[in-house]
């Protein structure tokens, strides 16, 4: 028997296709079986397979082409965004969460992470950092992060792949000025680096306010030195943190199966 699962993909953090995160969307009911299947077959860094549940609440799986996650970030904009404009309940395996969708983008409430102060050397060989203002573990929604803040330039980081963690991102932070920050995500499992990371982005904006005193909102670049620029909203500000972005339409399509 063929079934047809219509689909579309979107670039979130973007105001124009072919830049920022792509995200593939399956519209129609898929099979469970199948998700991580088509996820391998998209090989984005992510795909989601949204179910609404009522006029403004979604239920989500979100896989990478190698593992399912609980959470993550721009897969909940682009999914909020895909759907429709207006304000989402979107409930993942790891977090429920609020999403206000409009023809523009979205922006997403995220819970309040968890902090670990751990030695910054090991992290900082394994993605070439000569220095390091700390290093911590960030934890929420299900998503771990480990973030190092530096004050070195980002541009000749070169990351040892193949010892990258699967299970957590490696995300390096520096203050460009007192409502910027550049960052770059790696991040094991196949995918390398990260072009934007709204997961990590509310514990970053935390950290950053913290340490290099930036203010509460705060712009996050992403994903430039891969040719895939990210501009990423942050209100940074425990218990109301708030994350977004543009999203822009790039294609769609119908899976045949």
Same mark, same amino acid.
């Given at each position: 028997?063929?079934?047809?699962?219509?689909?579309?993909?979107?670039?979130?953090?973007?105001?124009?296709?072919?830049?920022?995160?792509?995200?593939?969307?399956?519209?129609?009911?898929?099979?469970?079986?199948?998700?991580?299947?088509?996820?391998?077959?998209?090989?984005?860094?992510?795909?989601?397979?949204?179910?609404?549940?009522?006029?403004?609440?979604?239920?989500?799986?979100?896989?990478?082409?190698?593992?399912?996650?609980?959470?993550?970030?721009?897969?909940?904009?682009?999914?909020?965004?895909?759907?429709?404009?207006?304000?989402?309940?979107?409930?993942?395996?790891?977090?429920?969460?609020?999403?206000?969708?409009?023809?523009?983008?979205?922006?997403?409430?995220?819970?309040? %992470?968890?902090?670990? $102060? &751990?030695?910054? !050397?090991?992290?900082?060989?394994? =993605? #070439?950092?000569?220095?390091?203002?700390? /290093?911590?573990?960030?934890?929420?929604?299900?998503?771990?992060?480990?973030?190092?803040?530096?004050?070195?330039?980002?541009?000749?980081?070169?990351?040892?792949?193949?010892?990258?963690?699967?299970?957590?991102?490696?995300?390096?932070?520096?203050?460009?000025?007192?409502?910027?920050?550049?960052?770059?995500?790696?991040?094991?499992?196949?995918?390398?680096?990260?072009?934007?990371?709204?997961?990590?982005?509310?514990?970053?904006?935390?950290?950053?306010?913290?340490?290099?005193?930036?203010?509460?909102?705060?712009?996050?670049?992403?994903?430039?030195?891969?040719?895939? %620029?990210?501009?990423? $909203? &942050?209100?940074? !500000?425990?218990?109301?943190?708030? =994350? #977004?972005?543009?999203?822009?339409?790039? /294609?769609?399509?119908?899976?045949?199966?």
């Amino acid at each position: 028997m063929t079934i047809d699962l219509r689909y579309r993909i979107v670039d979130v953090f973007s105001e124009r296709p072919l830049a920022g995160n792509p995200l593939c969307v399956v519209l129609d009911p898929c099979p469970e079986p199948v998700m991580a299947a088509l996820a391998r077959e998209v090989n984005l860094s992510e795909t989601t397979f949204p179910v609404v549940t009522a006029e403004d609440a979604y239920d989500v799986r979100i896989f990478t082409p190698a593992v399912e996650l609980p959470f993550a970030g721009h897969p909940s904009l682009g999914t909020a965004w895909t759907l429709g404009a207006g304000r989402w309940s979107q409930t993942s395996p790891g977090a429920t969460v609020t999403i206000d969708a409009d023809a523009d983008g979205a922006v997403m409430g995220q819970p309040d %992470p968890t902090f670990d $102060e &751990v030695d910054p !050397v090991p992290a900082m060989r394994l =993605v #070439g950092l000569e220095t390091a203002v700390g /290093a911590w573990f960030a934890a929420a929604g299900g998503m771990k992060h480990l973030v190092l803040l530096t004050e070195s330039p980002l541009g000749g980081l070169v990351p040892e792949v193949s010892r990258l963690p699967a299970d957590r991102t490696t995300a390096v932070a520096s203050r460009v000025d007192d409502h910027t920050l550049q960052v770059r995500v790696f991040v094991g499992g196949g995918i390398g680096e990260d072009p934007g990371t709204g997961s990590a982005a509310g514990p970053i904006g935390l950290l950053a306010r913290k340490l290099f005193g930036t203010d509460a909102d705060v712009t996050i670049r992403q994903g430039f030195e891969m040719g895939r %620029p990210c501009v990423i $909203e &942050v209100h940074a !500000v425990e218990g109301e943190i708030k =994350v #977004g972005g543009r999203v822009s339409e790039c /294609a769609e399509g119908v899976f045949r199966l």
